[in-house]
Every structure is written in C-alpha cells, then in structure tokens.
C-alpha cells in the first residue's frame, strides 16, 4: 500500500491518534515556530491542517498534501482563512515557478516523502534566494539507547502510516544544498528538531 494510501485510509481519525502529542508537544512547538512568518508561505504537507491557526495575518499560506483524504480535513479548517489556499500535489514535482516564496514550512512530513532529498531540492527551488525553510521534523538520534527503540518501532509505523523514523534529515538538507542556520533539540535528546536553513 502506497504512503497517499495509508494516510488516506486514516485521515478521519488521525487528529484523533495525535491527540496526546499535540497537546502536550507540538502545539507549543508549532505556535513558536511559525506565528512570526510573514509574506509567501509555502506548507509542504499540510495534512488535516494542524498548523494553519498558527499563522499571522501577515502570512500568504499556500498548503500542499498529495493525500486528498488529509486535505478535506484541512480544507474545513480553512474555510475562515482568507489568506489560505490548498492544492493537492506532490512535493517531489510541484507545480510553482522558481523562487516563489519567503519561506517554506514542512513539520513531521519529511519521514513519509518516498524520496526526501528530491522533495528538498524542489523546496528549494521554489524558495527564493533570500528565503528559508522552517522544519520541525523527528529523525534517527545519534544516541545508540534511542536508535536501537526508533529501529524497533520503525516497521510498525512504516506498515501503518509510512512514518520512516530512522531518517537522518540534517544530513539530507545538506545533500539538498540547504546552510543550517539553527538546529534545536526539542525532546527525547535529539529525536524532535527545529530547523532553519536558507537555499
């Protein structure tokens, strides 16, 4: 079954699973990351739209997600926001001219992209030059004890939402052609960053 599958398969439910974490982590982490964001914003992998209440007035939001399942959640969400507009697409081909936006935004997406590094290049590419990418995403600590229980637990989240806990994403930014300018540990030591990296 393919990732656009599984997440399509649980998208009535999943705000629902994420519940607990949103409360008690994302939430702070989201408001803290994307509330100061003004101009063009690109949401590569909007999902059910978790994070569109987050942005300023001052913030153009443009939301992907090639799950249509996720995107009808996110598009209620949506449905007061004048400065929100979603399309269903792929972040490995987007369909944007180059250097289109201030800033791109992707949380907890770039474990279940198939191609990851691809997905960066093209992030960058529709970034402008003076742009910046603004992640949270969870990925392989470098701590042996966490590796080894993200190793157990990887097939099980694969199987069910196509979730690759064993990515290591600092190293694919580089790869991508991305400066990290900020790299913050936010829990479980290294498991849970934020990052900005300019193209």
Request: aromatic share 10%; with cysteine.
């Amino acid at each position: 079954m393919s990732v656009v599958s599984k997440y399509d398969r649980i998208s009535a439910i999943y705000d629902l699973l994420e519940l607990p974490v949103e409360v008690f982590l994302y939430g702070g982490w989201r408001d803290e990351a994307l509330s100061k964001l003004k101009g063009r914003v690109l949401e590569v992998g909007v999902g059910t739209g978790r994070n569109l209440k987050y942005y300023s007035s001052g913030a153009l939001v443009t939301g992907i997600d090639n799950s249509e399942g996720m995107l009808e959640k996110a598009r209620k969400k949506a449905e007061d926001m004048q400065n929100v507009t979603l399309f269903l697409m792929d972040a490995e081909h987007m369909e944007f001219p180059d250097n289109t936006f201030d800033y791109v935004v992707t949380t907890f997406v770039l474990c279940s992209i198939p191609d990851p590094v691809k997905a960066l290049k093209e992030i960058r590419r529709v970034l402008k030059p003076s742009g910046e990418l603004v992640s949270l995403e969870h990925m392989r600590s470098k701590n042996s004890f966490i590796a080894r229980i993200e190793d157990l637990i990887n097939p099980i989240m694969f199987f069910f939402i196509g979730d690759d806990m064993t990515r290591n994403t600092v190293e694919n930014l580089k790869k991508a052609g991305f400066t990290i300018t900020e790299e913050k540990n936010l829990a479980f030591k290294d498991v849970f960053k934020k990052i900005r990296a300019k193209p």
